[in-house]
C-alpha cells in the first residue's frame, strides 16, 4: 500500500512540474488577445497533448534509449523560439495578421511545444513500467489546470501592460525555449 501511495505522489509531482512548464509559457501566452472561450479550449487542448505525448513516450521507451529524451527537449525549445520570436515580431507590426496564433494550427503548435517535455518524461517512464491510466489522468489535468492558471494570469498582466504585453509575452516564450536548447 506504502509503495503504491509513493508512486502516486511521485507521479503527481512530475505532472505538476509538467504543469508548470505548461503554467510558464500559458502566462507568456495570455498576454495575446485571448477571450475565455479560448483559454478554456487552449487549457483542454494542452491536456490532451499532455496525455498523448506521455502515453506515446511511455510506448517508446519500451524501445528507445534514453537519448531521444534530450532531441525532444531540443525540438520543443525550437518550437518555443519560434513560437516566441513571431509573437514579439507581430506586436511590432502595424497590422493585426499573426502568422501563429493559438487557434487552429498554431493551437496544435503551442500544445505540441509545451507537451515534448512530457513525451520525454513518458520515454523514462516507460521504461520504469509505471502505471499508465494513472501517469495520462494526472498528467492530462494537471497541465489543464496549470495552462488555465497561466493563461488567466496573463491576461490579467496583459491590462496592466497596455501594448507591450504581447512583446513580453514572446520574450518569455522565447526565454523558455532558450532554457530547454540551452540549460
Not at 495575446?32 to 521507451?61: C, D, E, N, S
Not at 518555443?80 to 509573437?87: D, K, N, R, S, Y
Not at 498554431?106 to 515534448?116: I, K, N, P
Request: proline share 1%; no cysteine.
Amino acid at each position: 500500500m506504502s509503495a503504491m501511495i509513493g508512486e502516486i505522489l511521485t507521479l503527481a509531482l512530475m505532472a505538476f512540474a509538467l504543469g508548470m512548464d505548461a503554467f510558464s509559457v500559458g502566462l507568456g501566452m495570455g498576454m495575446y488577445r485571448l477571450g475565455l472561450r479560448q483559454i478554456f479550449k487552449i487549457g483542454i487542448t494542452i491536456g490532451l497533448f499532455h496525455v498523448w505525448m506521455p502515453l506515446l513516450g511511455m510506448i517508446a521507451g519500451r524501445f528507445l534509449s534514453n537519448t531521444f529524451g534530450a532531441i525532444a527537449g531540443y525540438v520543443g525549445g525550437g518550437l518555443l523560439l519560434l513560437l516566441g520570436v513571431q509573437m514579439m515580431w507581430s506586436s511590432f507590426r502595424e497590422d493585426e495578421d499573426s502568422l501563429i496564433t493559438p487557434v487552429g494550427l498554431g493551437l496544435l503548435l503551442f500544445a505540441l511545444s509545451v507537451s515534448l517535455d512530457s513525451f520525454s518524461v513518458g520515454l523514462s517512464l516507460g521504461i520504469y513500467g509505471a502505471k499508465t491510466l494513472l501517469v495520462l489522468t494526472l498528467f492530462g489535468i494537471g497541465a489543464t489546470a496549470l495552462t488555465w492558471a497561466g493563461l488567466l494570469t496573463g491576461r490579467k498582466v496583459k491590462g496592466w501592460m497596455g501594448s507591450y504585453s504581447e512583446a513580453l509575452g514572446g520574450a518569455i516564450l522565447l526565454a523558455f525555449g532558450v532554457k530547454l536548447l540551452f540549460l
